[in-house]
């Protein structure tokens, strides 16, 4: 198993709800990142799991929180986001957080906020 | 701090001519350097990476980048494109920030190919 899979691919929520994305891989991959990527732009980077630990916040704010109960799953738990916070969230993991090592992506879920 | 520029953010090629991204680097210590590609409403992937084992990289779907520490660049080429490579590329570098390897990546050039 090769791949990093993401659940829902579509999410529309109102600026009330609570709604969490998921993100696993079994290629024992012991680094996962979180990104936000807005349209026509690069990813950018949240927040990055090493083994199980949450080592890197890019100053995401609050209503964003992140969960790595093991080191096959990655969760994102929305709480009372904005319009703006409408994006593609892309999970990614690597086997180490080393330089050299390749990140391999999630297809992204696309989330709308109304 | 790392960072990678890429120049242009549109390039439009004819199906069988030759593609050329760019993508020019800084850094203070020799970088570890990647493309991906992206497809829409897909996720990244890998097209190739230079880890310093060779200069020039080969990689999948018949790219390849040569790493010119002269130039700081470290271009992306295929020598006949196809309509299937129409796609964003990105190229990144992975720099140190606080505990972490931080993937910088540049804005993305979008690859156009004409029939």
């Known amino acids: 198993d090769t791949e990093v899979t993401q659940t829902p691919k579509h999410l529309v929520m109102g600026m009330t709800n609570k709604k969490s994305l998921k993100c696993e891989q079994h290629?024992?991959?012991?680094?996962m990142y979180w990104y936000k990527q807005k349209a026509k732009k690069p990813p950018e980077l949240m927040f990055v799991?090493?083994?199980?630990?949450?080592?890197i916040n890019e100053s995401v704010p609050s209503r964003f929180s992140p969960e790595c109960p093991n080191s096959s799953l990655l969760n994102l738990h929305l709480h009372a986001l904005q319009p703006e916070d409408s994006a593609l969230y892309l999970c990614?993991?690597?086997?180490?957080?080393?330089?050299?090592?390749?990140?391999?992506f999630g297809p992204g879920t696309r989330l709308l906020v109304l | 701090a790392q960072s990678v520029t890429q120049l242009g953010s549109h390039v439009s090629v004819s199906e069988g001519a030759l593609v050329l991204l760019r993508c020019n680097y800084s850094?203070?210590?020799?970088?570890?350097l990647f493309w991906y590609v992206q497809y829409p409403n897909q996720g990244l992937q890998l097209l190739l990476k230079?880890?310093?084992?060779?200069?020039l990289v080969k990689g999948i779907n018949g790219f390849e980048a040569e790493f010119k520490k002269s130039e700081t660049s470290f271009h992306l080429t295929k020598p006949s494109a196809h309509m299937s490579d129409a796609a964003e590329y990105f190229c990144?570098?992975?720099?140190?920030?606080?505990?972490?390897?931080?993937?910088?990546f540049g804005r993305g050039t979008s690859l156009i190919v004409h029939p």
């Open positions: 290629m024992g991959h012991r680094a």
């Open positions: 990614a993991s690597s086997p180490r957080d080393s330089p050299q090592e390749t990140q391999y």
């Open positions: 850094s203070s210590v020799p970088p570890y």
């Open positions: 799991y090493s083994y199980e630990k949450l080592s």
């Open positions: 990144a570098v992975r720099g140190r920030s606080g505990g972490s390897y931080i993937p910088t």
């Open positions: 230079y880890t310093s084992a060779a200069t």
